[in-house]
């Protein structure tokens, strides 16, 4: 198995992946510049397997004939697409409550602008359990939703 980068004729062998695992979801736009990472897995013939190494993901063609190898299909990928987490500091002791859900709203419609501009399409809040209840409502208020349908999972680096 080799790790490449993705190339457009890629497309349609990932469209029937993603069609044949039924999740639900529509296929993601590659073209979108939010995609930063874009790899492919590709079988290989003729000549053993081995483990990915750099020089796979230079995505050259002319790496796996000059070893005597060539691609045999596309059999995974993984795709990683920018999105933003969002994280509030207001002061619990400056101003009245009705005064600080006037400023939250003033910073929600400024930075719900500024993130369209940028070219974001989503923004996630992970609360802290201690305000999660109540914090939460509002969020909804302000259009934001509460997304049980899929497990949230994070890899840290560092």
Not at 13 to 30: E, K, N, S
Not at 115 to 144: M, N, Q, S
């Amino acid at each position: 198995m080799r790790v490449r980068g993705y190339e457009e004729r890629d497309l349609k062998q990932l469209q029937r992946i993603h069609a044949a695992q039924g999740f639900g979801y529509a296929f993601p736009d590659l073209s979108n510049p939010l995609f930063l990472t874009k790899l492919v897995l590709v079988g290989e013939t003729a000549g053993r397997e081995e483990p990915c190494q750099e020089g796979a993901l230079r995505g050259e063609r002319g790496a796996l004939a000059e070893e005597g190898r060539t691609e045999k299909g596309i059999v995974g990928a993984a795709l990683l697409r920018v999105t933003a987490e969002a994280y509030l500091l207001l002061d619990p002791k400056a101003g009245t409550p009705r005064e600080r859900w006037e400023w939250l709203l003033g910073l929600h419609a400024a930075t719900e602008t500024d993130a369209a501009a940028r070219g974001l399409e989503d923004v996630h809040a992970w609360l802290p359990p201690e305000i999660a209840a109540k914090f939460g409502k509002r969020l909804t208020k302000l259009g934001w939703v509460r997304d049980d349908r899929r497990t949230p999972y994070c890899k840290r680096f560092g």
